[in-house]
Every structure is written in C-alpha cells, then in structure tokens.
C-alpha cells in the first residue's frame, strides 16, 4: 500500500527545504504564549500526534479490509489468468468506506484513505451536518450528504468520527438500521468498545487504544504539518505502526483484545464464502501479516541507506 512505500524511499540527497523563519523568535509559535501557557504545550503534541496515528491506523486497518475481500473474491469465483483479465487491473469488490462526521478529524481522515488507502473517491461516503462545506472532497467525485441511515446501509466499514457528546442520539437513530456485515471503527475516546456495543446493539466495532507516555511529546511530532505531510516521512510511519514495530516512539500498542477483535472481524468475512477454517486462516494471517512484513524490510533497507 503507499503507506507502507513510505518506509522504502531512499533519503533523498537534497538539501531539505530551509525555514527562513527558524531564528527568528518572535515569530515563532511559542512566543505569544505565556509561561502558564508554554506549560501546557505539550498537548499540542498529544493531540497532533493522536490525530496522525489515529489516520494512519485507520488506513492501514482500511488496506487490510480490503486485502480480505479481493482474497475472499478469488476464492469465491476463481478465475485463470487470460490475457483479458490481466489487461483488467482495477480490482473488483472494492470494500465501501463511510465516515460519519467530517470535522477536523474526518476530513483529514478522508484525505489519507483517498492518498495513501487506496480508496477510490467513488467508494467513499461522508455522512455531515454540513456537506456544503466539503467543496474538495466533493470536487474529487466523493459522495457527501447528511443522511446516516443511507452511509452505514451503503458501506462496508464505517468510521465514526463525531463528538462524544453526539454518540447517543447517533446510536439511538442508527441502532435498528444496521446492516449484520457494516464494520464500525470509532475514533471517539471517550465511549468504551463495550458500552458502544450496548448503544448501536452490535458487536462488529474496533476501537483503537491511545496510549501517551510523559516523554512522548519529545519525539519528532512536527505540529506544523498536516496529516498527509506527516506520512510523507519514514520515521513518523513507524511510529504509527498499530502494532507497535518501533515501540520505543510508538504512542499506541494495541493490546491483544484489540488484535484479537481485529482478526475476529476478518476471520468471519472470510469464513462466510470458504467455510474451511484452515483456508480461512491462511487468508486472514496473509492479510494481516504481508503488510507488517513490508514495513519491516522497508524499515531495513530504509536504515541502510542512510
């Protein structure tokens, strides 16, 4: 996936571009801050680093998803290899991703599924109180309205991206529309994985843990760029990675439940067309690890050119 490209691009021998800016105090951030309010700065650096990981997590979870259902096709419909079909590159059972709530958090969300997830603008849908706002996802050919019921009856996995204030009247409209195979993934904190599965009245949800460490705000979290910037850069991918690979930066470890509910989520999709449990979870495995295994040797060979 191009996120993972990301970690086997060669450092460039270019001179990085120069902030005229730098020595220049007075213009810097930090410096209309009172010292009450410079103590408080590292919030800023949780709060963009959470956001980075939080994308970039969700992107990798959207590859792996989707990695299934071509697997899950093949199985189900095996075709040879004519010279037809290899002319036919675009994958088929593209998996449909919805994002409810396209606020800061969304709409960077979005960019990075349409950048670095492979997901074409067609197959993704926001769902917002105000579409009218998003003229350039729309000016991309996505699909953005204000209707939940039709966002979560038309995709695959839904990302729910909204106030912690807003989930229980989200949860009270969608709880008897939910279709049995939409996978939700909540990007809201502050609701458990258990008391979302009370509110919405189903078990397919992925909730991400955030772990921040006193220190984590002293590793290379560049606030001044946006999400999509910020992948551009081999380090900060690592230390996205879910599960953990450069665990010494790494603000967030899945614990084992949340893999474990991951693979769960999978192993069932696959399931449903091969009904051979060894079969199923070679696919899983495969699914889940090759991507994991890309990172590893792009890290390598990543270290070794510099």
Same mark, same amino acid.
Request: hydrophobic share 35%; proline share 5%; with cysteine.
């Given at each position: 996936?191009?996120?993972?490209?990301?970690?086997?691009? #060669?450092?460039?021998?270019?001179? &990085?571009?120069?902030?005229?800016?730098?020595?220049?105090?007075?213009?810097?951030?930090?410096?209309? +801050?009172?010292?009450?309010?410079?103590?408080?700065?590292?919030?800023?650096?949780?709060?963009?680093?959470? *956001?980075?990981? =939080?994308?970039?997590? =969700?992107?990798?979870?959207?590859?792996?998803?989707?990695?299934?259902?071509?697997?899950?096709?093949?199985?189900?419909? &095996?075709?040879?290899?004519?010279?037809?079909?290899?002319?036919?590159?675009?994958?088929?059972?593209?998996?449909?991703?919805?994002?409810?709530?396209?606020?800061?958090?969304?709409?960077?969300? =979005?960019?990075? +599924?349409?950048?670095?997830?492979?997901?074409?603008?067609?197959?993704?849908?926001?769902?917002?109180?105000?579409?009218?706002?998003?003229?350039?996802?729309?000016?991309?050919?996505?699909?953005?309205?204000?209707?939940?019921?039709?966002?979560?009856?038309?995709?695959?996995?839904?990302?729910?991206?909204?106030?912690?204030?807003?989930? &229980?009247?989200?949860?009270?409209?969608?709880?008897?529309?939910?279709?049995?195979?939409?996978?939700?993934?909540?990007?809201?904190?502050?609701? *458990?994985?258990?008391?979302?599965?009370?509110?919405?009245?189903?078990?397919?949800?992925?909730?991400?843990?955030?772990?921040?460490?006193?220190?984590?705000?002293?590793?290379?979290?560049?606030?001044?760029?946006?999400?999509?910037? =910020? +992948?551009?850069?081999?380090?900060?991918?690592?230390?996205?990675?879910?599960?953990?690979?450069?665990?010494?930066?790494?603000?967030?470890?899945?614990?084992? #439940?949340?893999?474990?509910?991951?693979?769960?989520?999978?192993?069932?999709?696959?399931?449903?067309?091969?009904?051979?449990?060894?079969?199923?979870?070679?696919?899983?495995?495969?699914?889940?690890?090759?991507? +994991?295994?890309?990172?590893?040797?792009?890290?390598?060979?990543?270290?070794?050119?510099?």
């Amino acid at each position: 996936m191009d996120l993972v490209q990301r970690l086997k691009q #060669k450092v460039t021998t270019e001179p &990085p571009p120069v902030d005229i800016t730098e020595n220049l105090e007075t213009l810097q951030f930090e410096s209309a +801050l009172t010292e009450e309010e410079k103590a408080l700065l590292h919030l800023r650096y949780r709060s963009h680093a959470l *956001t980075v990981t =939080a994308c970039a997590q =969700a992107t990798y979870f959207t590859v792996v998803l989707n990695e299934a259902r071509q697997l899950r096709r093949q199985i189900k419909s &095996p075709q040879k290899k004519t010279a037809k079909i290899l002319q036919d590159r675009e994958p088929k059972d593209q998996v449909k991703v919805g994002i409810l709530g396209c606020g800061r958090l969304g709409s960077q969300l =979005a960019h990075c +599924l349409l950048t670095y997830g492979g997901v074409r603008p067609k197959d993704l849908k926001v769902s917002t109180r105000r579409p009218e706002t998003l003229e350039y996802l729309q000016s991309k050919g996505v699909d953005c309205f204000y209707d939940n019921i039709k966002l979560i009856t038309t995709s695959h996995i839904v990302y729910l991206c909204v106030l912690p204030s807003q989930i &229980p009247s989200i949860a009270e409209e969608l709880k008897h529309n939910i279709p049995p195979t939409v996978i939700f993934y909540s990007l809201v904190s502050t609701y *458990t994985t258990k008391k979302l599965k009370q509110l919405l009245l189903t078990s397919s949800i992925i909730h991400p843990e955030f772990t921040w460490r006193d220190d984590s705000h002293t590793n290379t979290w560049d606030c001044t760029l946006n999400v999509n910037a =910020a +992948l551009e850069n081999p380090d900060t991918v690592e230390m996205t990675c879910p599960i953990g690979y450069k665990k010494s930066e790494s603000i967030n470890l899945w614990p084992l #439940k949340v893999r474990q509910s991951n693979a769960i989520l999978l192993y069932d999709m696959v399931y449903t067309v091969t009904t051979d449990k060894s079969r199923t979870l070679h696919v899983t495995s495969f699914c889940i690890v090759q991507d +994991l295994m890309e990172i590893n040797s792009g890290k390598d060979s990543f270290q070794e050119d510099r």
